[in-house]
C-alpha cells in the first residue's frame, strides 16, 4: 500500500510540474525503441510507463482529469516540461517511423486533446521559426516604412528646388 501511495504521490508531482501531457499507447514496443523515444524527447518531456489505475487517481489529483477516459490498455506519458510543440512532433514522427506506437490525447494549457489536436500541433512549426519569422516580418515592415519616408523625403526636395 505505501509504495503504491508513493507511486501516486509522484505521478501527481510529475502532473503538477508539466506544462503538458500526451498519452499515449505503447502495446508491442520493444524497450529498445521505448529507450530511443525516451531519449528523442528527453530534452522536453519524461517519458514514463504507467499504471491506469494509479494514474488516474495522480490525475485527477492534479487536476488532469480529462485523462481518466483515455486510460485504458498499456499507457505512457509524455510528461511536458519544455517546449510543447516539439514534444508532439516528435511523438508524431516516432509514431510514423513504430505504428505501434498510438498517440491517444493530452492536456494543454488546462485544455483536453484528442489524438488528432494532438497531431495538429505537431504540424506547427517550431517557437524558434515562428519567432524568427516574426522578427523577418517586422524588419520587412520597418523597411517598407523607410522607403517611404525616404521617398517622401526625396519629393519635397524636389518640390523645394523648383
Do not use: C
Request: hydrophobic residues 45%.
Amino acid at each position: 500500500m505505501a509504495q503504491k501511495d508513493a507511486s501516486v504521490n509522484e505521478l501527481t508531482k510529475s502532473f503538477e510540474s508539466s506544462n503538458a501531457v500526451l498519452l499515449t499507447e505503447y502495446r508491442g514496443l520493444t524497450v529498445a525503441q521505448l529507450k530511443e523515444l525516451r531519449n528523442n524527447i528527453r530534452q522536453d518531456a519524461e517519458y514514463a510507463v504507467v499504471k491506469n489505475t494509479l494514474t488516474k487517481i495522480a490525475a485527477k489529483a492534479a487536476g488532469f482529469d480529462s485523462l481518466e477516459d483515455d486510460l485504458k490498455g498499456p499507457s505512457a506519458i509524455a510528461f511536458v516540461h519544455g517546449d510543447f510543440v516539439t514534444t508532439a512532433k516528435t511523438l508524431r514522427d516516432f509514431a510514423k517511423a513504430n505504428p505501434l506506437l498510438v498517440i491517444k490525447g493530452g492536456v494543454f494549457e488546462g485544455k483536453a486533446l484528442s489524438a488528432d489536436e494532438v497531431n495538429t500541433y505537431a504540424s506547427l512549426e517550431s517557437r524558434e521559426v515562428l519567432l524568427a519569422k516574426a522578427a523577418g516580418m517586422m524588419k520587412a515592415t520597418m523597411g517598407k516604412a523607410a522607403a517611404t519616408i525616404d521617398a517622401l523625403r526625396e519629393k519635397l526636395e524636389t518640390a523645394q528646388a523648383a
